[in-house]
């Protein structure tokens, strides 16, 4: 019994010299630390070495352990000298990038992210329509153009009409005035806007992003001298040549923010230039027959014409009243071939009444008609005559979207519907 108790004893003494021994090594491999890492779930010894550029075995020596899988959730690690600084996550440049847009992006929102402006993403972009941007789209966000000389030019903003007035009657060069208008209704007779340019032979550009609800606008202007009107960039008016007028256009408008532009000049006589909008009065779209005398009645379209099938390779853009067209053996426009072509048009029409609504076009070669995405009359092949398909809608404002391609000799499409 005696020798037992001699042995166990041994044995505690023993056990109380190793522990003091291990503490003294924790104290000497620890005190190289250069900081401590609190592991994290999920993390291992392999994951921290990674991150502080060591490897398993340096962290296990620096910490006096003998097994790598043996760590646990809030244990406090020696992180040992010479470790080199975690790289930062890298930072996206501010400009001069591609951005994808994601689901609820918008050119406004994005210009206002990236201080840049709607017209300048357009521009770079060749983005006709503000509003006609889909989530999967890559646009180069641009950087400002740097002010010469090195020095810092301070950001004017235009919280209305960004008006530019130039003395001549061309809108050339720098303007020589740049200011904020709060309207565009102006009467300067036979005299001038401003001491800074002449009474005859000036030009005016006023430009501003402004919000639409959906539906259809009539843009008002009424001028004496000559006139340029654009919507996101299209031309809704043009005429420059002088005179005295007033006119009344229609315009289709998505939802959203879109940037409206309004040329003017005068060379001699009185000046005077007004420029208003309102909601149009929604009408039905019209009677089938006949119909060389019932042109589709409604909002405008906003017309894009390809110079090929595939709708790919844009021409140009143009707001056009109705899709009522027989183009004949002719081209639809300049820079367009007579065969071989397609265009695409883009309207938000008012239906006054829930129900079935039948959808018709008079066409030579192909066409389908799309109502909110759904698709109404689906003929994209060559034939010529009518063709007809059924949806039902639901009252109030719809978005419309017509394609057609044309093959060869005779074009012609008109488009119309009837409440069933």
């Known amino acids: 019994m005696k020798t037992r108790r001699v042995v166990m004893l041994i044995a505690i003494v023993a056990l109380l010299i190793a522990s003091q021994a291990n503490v003294a090594v924790a104290v000497t491999l620890q005190s190289n630390c250069v900081k401590y890492h609190l592991v994290q779930p999920g993390e291992n010894l392999f994951r ?175 001028w004496s001298g000559g006139v340029r009107l654009y919507v996101d960039g299209l031309p809704v008016i043009d005429a420059w040549a002088p005179g005295a007028e007033a006119r009344l256009q229609d315009v289709a408008l998505g939802a959203g923010y879109h940037t409206v532009a309004l040329e003017f000049h005068k060379t001699t006589g009185q000046g005077y230039i007004y420029l208003s909008w309102q909601p149009s009065t929604p009408t039905a779209g019209p009677l089938p027959t006949p119909i060389s005398s019932q042109p589709p009645v409604g909002s405008a379209w906003t017309g894009y014409y390809f110079g090929n099938q595939y709708l790919d390779d844009l021409k140009f853009t143009r707001i056009d009243p109705s899709i009522d067209f027989n183009w004949g053996t002719d081209a639809p426009g300049a820079n367009m071939p007579k065969d071989l072509w397609s265009a695409r048009w883009i309207s938000t029409q008012y239906f006054p009444s829930a129900g079935l609504y039948e959808f018709s076009a008079q066409v030579d070669d192909g066409v389908r008609i799309y109502i909110d995405n759904n698709l109404a009359v689906d003929e994209w092949f060559d034939h010529r005559g009518l063709s007809k398909g059924t949806l039902n809608l639901t009252a109030g404002p719809h978005t419309v979207k017509v394609e057609y391609y044309d093959f060869s000799r005779e074009a012609r499409l008109t488009v119309w519907w009837v409440k069933k």
């Open 48 to 222: 921290i070495g990674l991150k502080y550029g060591l490897t398993v075995e340096a962290v296990m020596q620096a910490n006096g352990l003998y097994n790598p899988n043996v760590v646990y959730v809030g244990q406090s690690l020696c992180i040992p000298g010479n470790v080199p600084a975690p790289v930062p996550n890298p930072q996206p440049p501010s400009c001069n990038f591609y951005y994808t847009l994601k689901w609820g992006d918008t050119l406004s929102g994005i210009a206002a992210r990236y201080g840049t402006t709607i017209a300048t993403l357009m521009q770079t972009n060749n983005i006709a329509n503000a509003n006609y941007v889909y989530a999967g789209m890559i646009i180069l966000i641009p950087c400002a153009p740097k002010p010469s000389g090195g020095a810092t030019t301070p950001t004017t903003t235009y919280s209305q009409w960004k008006g530019e007035y130039f003395n001549n009657a061309d809108l050339a060069g720098a303007p020589s005035l740049t200011r904020n208008d709060a309207n565009i209704g102006f009467n300067w007779g036979q005299g001038w806007p401003h001491p800074k340019l002449a009474a005859d032979n000036y030009s005016v550009r006023w430009t501003r992003s402004i919000y639409f609800k959906e539906g259809a606008f009539g843009f008002s202007v009424k």
